[in-house]
């Protein structure tokens, strides 16, 4: 049983960073590509970016390119999102997200995610 677990949410004023960090655990990490996804009260859960399975290919959502960056660890299981230049239209719930199938993209489409994390709180005052 695939279980992820994210931790580094919190607080944090505009302009400030954070770190998310996603511990995966009950297959092989470094079979598969990673995600995350934000969703923010009263609008749908959205794509915010991908990595690779080797971590050489990323994709961002144009709301965020140039200030989110995505990472990993194949050797600690740990996919990582640090959030610089923060705005209040970052706050949303963040989930860590694992594919079903081992590909060679990165899928965008939450319908190709088959695993969840339960989600870290990210809120960014003005």
């Known amino acids: 049983q695939v279980q992820l677990v994210e931790s580094g949410g919190g607080l944090v004023q505009a302009g400030g960073s954070l770190r998310l960090s996603c511990v995966a655990s009950?297959?092989?990490?470094?079979?598969?590509?990673m995600g995350w996804f934000r969703q923010a009260p009263g609008k749908e859960r959205e794509f915010v970016t991908g990595?690779?399975?080797?971590?050489?290919?990323?994709y961002y959502a144009d709301s965020v390119k140039g200030r989110f960056t995505i990472s990993r660890d194949n050797a600690k299981n740990t996919v990582y999102l640090q959030m610089n230049s923060l705005k209040p239209e970052d706050t949303a719930v963040y989930y860590c997200?694992?594919?079903?199938?081992?590909?060679?993209?990165?899928?965008?489409?939450?319908?190709?995610?088959?695993?969840w994390g339960q989600g870290t709180q990210v809120t960014v005052s003005s």
């Open positions: 990595i690779s399975r080797g971590g050489g290919n990323t």
């Open positions: 997200a694992a594919p079903r199938s081992a590909t060679y993209y990165v899928p965008r489409s939450a319908y190709e995610y088959d695993y």
């Open positions: 009950g297959r092989t990490f470094s079979n598969y590509a």
